[in-house]
């Protein structure tokens, strides 16, 4: 028996309800592959800030630190977004979660499912197809860059610095190359090198690598305004996307599209002794506590832990199939629903999973 122990922090909005479907799931696995886990449950977010005032108690970082991985829901909401800044769930909590247990590295599938080809508001001839994977640098950048507030003759402005040290992008390149070579051994590497002086370092140091230990991989170069572009007209002609923390913020929510909804995109974030594991959409408050949540994301991302934090590809391979299994049975939740198909709320869509496994 392979014993795991888990930290779980389900958050806001509708991390509470998906959480517990990946959980259903896991231990779904776990019966038919011999897993055994143990669950301790974390406060983050508006959750811990209603609790203890604190977005992100030290408990909760203790608990990540000594577990084998974490399941993050979604944090945030309305009711917190007044608070001062540092108190906010975003900058608050998730950003210094990532930083503390060293998360460079966010690695976000979008893959499209044959059966979900027609979900997306793109052409089924233009998704179809696609199968690529964004390596998102997760702790730099302008996210954690110094952010002031000032004002000087010409009035008041803020300030944003977006920083990057050569070391920063080489391990999160390694990663995408590295990651390709198992793929269709493709790297793109995005960044705005005909603007921004953190990319022109970011190209350099991509090409560097490159040259020196990945000749093997294809590798080019977009702007990331042309891949924006690119990303809708030729999806399915991208393996590995490698880019910096804003930019792969901005493009994965693009790439969702194709999937048919963000609620199929999962994530993991890797680089540390510990990894955390969460969907790549936010809390949803228009539609918490209805029952309406895509577990699926979720589902995804605990299949990710199988693959990553337990080095265990058939597992995830399983989970992926049943979903497949699932879709072609025809069920969906409202974000992806169809004509035709069956309308399944978010615990329907947990045991549906389960079932199929
Ligand atoms: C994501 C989210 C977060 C991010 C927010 C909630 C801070 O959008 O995981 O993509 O920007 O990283
Ligand atoms: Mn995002």
Not at 11 to 29: L, N, S, Y
Not at 61 to 74: P, Q, T, Y
Not at 166 to 179: D, G, P, Q, T, Y
Request: hydrophobic residues 40%; negative net charge; glycine residues 8%.
């Amino acid at each position: 028996m392979k014993s795991y122990k888990i930290a779980v922090l389900p958050g806001d909005g509708i991390g509470v309800e998906i959480v517990p479907e990946a959980i259903k799931v896991m231990e779904a696995v776990g019966a038919k592959l011999g897993y055994s886990f143990e669950y301790e449950e974390g406060l983050i977010g508006g959750a811990a800030i209603d609790e203890t005032g604190d977005p992100l108690p030290a408990d909760t970082i203790a608990l990540c630190k000594n577990s084998d991985a974490v399941l993050l829901g979604a944090v945030g909401g309305a009711k917190w977004d007044s608070l001062p800044v540092p108190k906010r769930p975003e900058i608050g909590a998730l950003l210094p979660l990532r930083k503390e247990l060293g998360l460079f590295a966010n690695i976000r599938p979008a893959f499209v499912y044959d059966e979900l080809a027609d979900a997306s508001t793109l052409k089924k001839e233009v998704v179809s197809g696609t199968d690529l994977v964004t390596f998102r640098e997760l702790t730099g950048g302008i996210y954690f860059g110094k952010k002031t507030r000032g004002e000087d003759e010409k009035g008041a402005y803020a300030l944003d610095e977006d920083k990057y040290y050569v070391s920063e992008i080489e391990r999160i390149a390694r990663l995408a190359f590295e990651a390709a070579r198992k793929r269709r051994n493709k790297v793109t590497s995005v960044d705005k090198a005909n603007v921004l002086e953190s990319s022109r370092l970011w190209r350099e140091t991509v090409v560097a690598l490159h040259e020196r230990e990945y000749k093997d991989v294809e590798l080019d170069h977009l702007y990331v305004d042309n891949a924006a572009m690119q990303l809708v007209l030729r999806p399915s002609s991208f393996d590995i996307i490698l880019t910096e923390n804003m930019f792969g913020d901005i493009l994965t929510d693009l790439a969702s599209v194709m999937t048919g909804s963000i609620g199929m995109l999962a994530s993991a974030s890797v680089g540390g002794d510990v990894a955390m594991y969460e969907p790549s959409h936010g809390s949803a408050p228009d539609i918490a506590g209805q029952g309406k949540a895509n577990p699926l994301a979720t589902i995804l991302s605990a299949s990710m832990m199988f693959q990553y934090s337990f080095d265990d590809r058939e597992a995830a391979v399983l989970i992926e199939n049943a979903i497949k299994k699932v879709l072609a049975d025809g069920y969906r939740t409202p974000d992806i629903i169809e004509e035709g198909k069956t309308l399944v709320s978010t615990s329907e869509m947990g045991d549906l999973v389960v079932k199929a496994l």
